[in-house]
């Protein structure tokens, strides 16, 4: 049985500074890493894009423990085209709300929640409850599906994640009981990824990735990138496999022990992001 242990989710941003003000302003997360890099990644990280990007790491508290968000920035790329495969993050944060109505950033209520977008119009739904200091406030990503038993029938079945609650139109999966979960809803229609589309990150035992690749061919299921290192300036090296599940939903397994080292929260992070958010306002300017 795959041990296996919810680490974040990506999103592709177009405007770094506008990006950076929602996620440390308004929801209140924390800069952990930045990371920049002069070329396009070799498991496509920052999507299909050959060129300079940057890493950004944002959270309520280390990766170690905590359910965390990755900013990728193409640079010269000014926008995404969305789609319909990313439905929400579930963040249960009265205080997210009060920064959000403070700031006057557009808020409004949704099946019973407060509702606030990112710049691309991310959706995070807000629970009007204070932040857990003993846990993480991240409940849950949301992601569309075409055919539930289909979802589950590979989630479940096949990657081995356990299932924590199922209705007719959607089914709740996770790994453990203490960390975010990931819940699949039923949109009735072929899922559409767009430029925008995100991948969901997971680690597992260094030794177990082999078994996740055999597991995927064996059922005839698509990885996008075979097992491969992946290095990291000044950091330490991972392996890495893609996976892409019936409705092309992006899956990154990711070696436990060797994230775990570059995960690292780096004190500098922030400085390095505000930096960079500088000289893009130059370029701007200029």
Request: glycine letters at 8%; hydrophobic letters at 35%.
């Amino acid at each position: 049985m795959l041990s296996g242990r919810a680490l974040h989710f990506v999103f592709k941003v177009a405007d770094r500074t506008l990006t950076s003000k929602f996620y440390r302003e308004i929801l209140g997360m924390k800069v952990l890493r930045h990371e920049e890099f002069k070329e396009g990644c070799e498991a496509a990280c920052n999507g299909p894009y050959d060129n300079r990007w940057s890493k950004t790491m944002v959270g309520y508290g280390p990766e170690d423990s905590h359910f965390v968000v990755e900013l990728t920035y193409n640079y010269n790329v000014h926008s995404y085209e969305s789609g319909n495969d990313f439905l929400g993050f579930i963040i249960k944060s009265s205080e997210a709300i009060e920064r959000a109505k403070s700031h006057g950033w557009p808020i409004r209520e949704e099946n019973g929640r407060q509702v606030v977008e990112a710049p691309g119009g991310y959706k995070f739904y807000l629970i009007n409850e204070s932040q857990p200091k003993d846990k993480d406030p991240v409940e849950k990503v949301i992601l569309a599906s075409s055919n539930l038993q289909t979802s589950i029938d590979y989630w479940n079945g096949i990657l081995g994640l356990k299932i924590f609650d199922k209705s007719e139109k959607k089914v709740l999966l996770g790994f453990a009981e203490d960390q975010t979960k990931l819940e699949l809803q039923d949109i009735g229609t072929k899922v559409e990824h767009a430029q925008a589309y995100g991948r969901i990150a997971f680690s597992c035992p260094y030794d177990q990735q082999p078994k996740i690749d055999e597991k995927i061919k064996a059922s005839n299921h698509k990885i996008l990138t075979p097992l491969i290192s992946l290095d990291t300036p000044g950091k330490a090296t991972v392996r890495v496999i893609i996976l892409s599940d019936p409705d092309g939903h992006e899956i990154c397994f990711v070696d436990d022990e060797g994230f775990r080292k570059l995960s690292a929260f780096d004190p500098q992070g922030e400085r390095l992001l505000d930096r960079y958010i500088v000289k893009d306002q130059e370029r701007k300017i200029s």
